[in-house]
């Protein structure tokens, strides 16, 4: 019997107990316990098609996996209970399973091929207490989702199971110290294997390669919001952040012998066919400011910086992450928008043994594109660094049930690191159309959606393949 099914049979078991002894109750007293508790879920259905997405590899010119065609089945239940004033229980439970087209996913591994009916995890198992301090405080301890700011330093947790999942494992104390400012203390601890996970799949979460990495990410922070001035919001945060040590398959050259790594933090383990990865310890501070210029002008400009320790080697990064959002009032309902901005995350100077490569923390999410999210995989997965990325985007409401979205991106490696040698990673395209299709359709609270998404990327010199990669998807999901 595995661990989690032995806390849901205590948990059962407590429950009956408090039935039991609790007698009968009253019709008002029942009407009471059902604002208690709470429950919902959602089912979720994709097809993903994806191909000839470049990759940083050796040897250089070819693509990501080649053709990807298949289709995402997830489904989510949850479950709140205030036992008392102030306090709430909260768990979900999520199932995710995978048919293959292309390519034949049978022969791998479970924790790559999500065959059915994979496994069963608990994103949310989480003990939460309010209005502490007269007010002030609240306390949150267990499995939880946790976003900070835009996502560009906190939003995901889990980075290898993809959309799955993006919980934490985490303490956190939100202090209101006004109206208008708060203060969020947290201690974050995730391992790389789920232990609660029924019919475990073994899946690594936090790791770099696909394969078990078996690498620990422990954390701590302090995030501050202050809205006291409507035209200036701001947030601060100082995080500090280590990656436990991890080993990954070593390469061979053409002889059969072993390739030494030229990073400064890496060491070959000839015996063991493994290169050594060092614990790395990072501080990471950041500030961002939202002004308000006038009624339908708006922006963002977010700016960190990264300072730490990787065995011998010192550790140093930097982000920023700005932003025009115009409004276009002259079209009325369609409610147009034109967003102007710009990303930069250093790179790591191949001449220096040093890291200076932008860290993303916990947010090795797809950020501004689902196809590039990909490109990063022969590199560290889900790993957002090395990139200058002007861009230009637009949003509208043509119909009161439809939004839609477009946007033009132009990728430059700020470090010519790359298998072609130059600093150009592409010319990126994102369209985007979210359909509200039915809202009350068994309930008073159900709704039914979807989404169309498509990608292309052009790739530049930075890489050693020249065809068009593209990414495309559509999405049903029910809500309840």
């Avoid at 990064?317 to 967003?339: C, F, R, W, Y």
Wanted: charged content about 25%.
């Amino acid at each position: 019997m595995t661990r989690a099914v032995k806390l849901m049979a205590t948990l059962a078991l407590a429950g009956l107990c408090v039935i039991v002894l609790a007698g009968p109750v009253s019709a008002a007293e029942k009407e009471e316990a059902a604002k208690n508790v709470r429950y919902g879920g959602d089912i979720r259905i994709r097809e993903e098609r994806f191909d000839d997405l470049p990759i940083k590899a050796d040897p250089p010119g070819v693509t990501r996996g080649g053709e990807n065609d298949y289709f995402r089945f997830r489904t989510r239940l949850w479950s709140e209970l205030d036992p008392m004033q102030n306090v709430t229980l909260r768990v979900r439970a999520v199932n995710e399973f995978r048919a293959w087209d292309k390519p034949d996913a049978s022969p791998a591994l479970q924790r790559s091929n999500y065959d059915f009916p994979d496994e069963v995890v608990f994103d949310a198992l989480s003990f939460e207490v309010k209005n502490l301090l007269n007010d002030k405080l609240d306390l949150k301890v267990g499995r939880q989702d946790m976003i900070y700011g835009t996502g560009k330093v906190i939003l995901e947790g889990t980075p290898k199971d993809g959309s799955r999942t993006i919980y934490f494992n985490a303490a956190k104390a939100v202090f209101r110290a006004s109206d208008k400012t708060t203060v969020d203390l947290f201690g974050i601890h995730n391992r790389s294997l789920d232990e609660l996970a029924i019919n475990s799949a073994d899946r690594d979460l936090t790791g770099f390669t696909s394969a078990n990495d078996d690498m620990t990410e422990q954390g701590v922070g302090l995030y501050l919001q202050n809205k006291s001035n409507e035209s200036l919001p701001l947030e601060a945060y100082l995080i500090y952040k280590r990656e436990g040590a991890w080993n990954q398959a070593a390469r061979k050259d053409e002889a059969g012998a072993y390739i030494a790594p030229t990073l400064g933090w890496q060491e070959l383990d000839s015996g063991r066919g493994v290169v050594k990865n060092s614990e790395l310890n990072l501080g990471t501070a950041g500030l961002r400011l939202m002004p308000v210029f006038t009624e339908n002008l708006k922006g963002n400009l977010e700016v960190a910086y990264q300072m730490g320790e990787r065995g011998d080697s010192d550790v140093q990064g930097h982000m920023l992450d700005a932003s025009l959002i115009q409004a276009l009032p002259l079209l009325g309902e369609m409610k147009p928008t034109v967003n102007y901005g710009v990303y930069y995350l250093s790179g790591d100077d191949p001449a220096s043994k040093d890291d200076t490569g932008w860290n993303p923390l916990w947010a090795r999410y797809p950020q501004y594109s689902e196809l590039y999210v990909y490109c990063w995989d022969a590199e560290a997965a889900g790993r957002w660094s090395n990139l200058t990325m002007p861009n230009v985007g637009l949003s509208l409401k043509p119909m009161p049930w439809l939004k839609t979205s477009a946007m033009v991106a132009y990728l430059r490696a700020n470090e010519k690191d790359g298998p072609g040698g130059g600093a150009e990673r592409g010319w990126l395209g994102v369209i985007k159309g979210e359909f509200e299709i039915k809202q009350k359709l068994f309930c008073q609270r159900d709704k039914l959606s979807a989404h169309l998404w498509l990608e292309v990327l052009e790739p530049g010199n930075y890489y050693k393949v020249e065809d068009t990669a593209y990414f495309a998807r559509w999405e049903l999901m029910y809500q309840f």
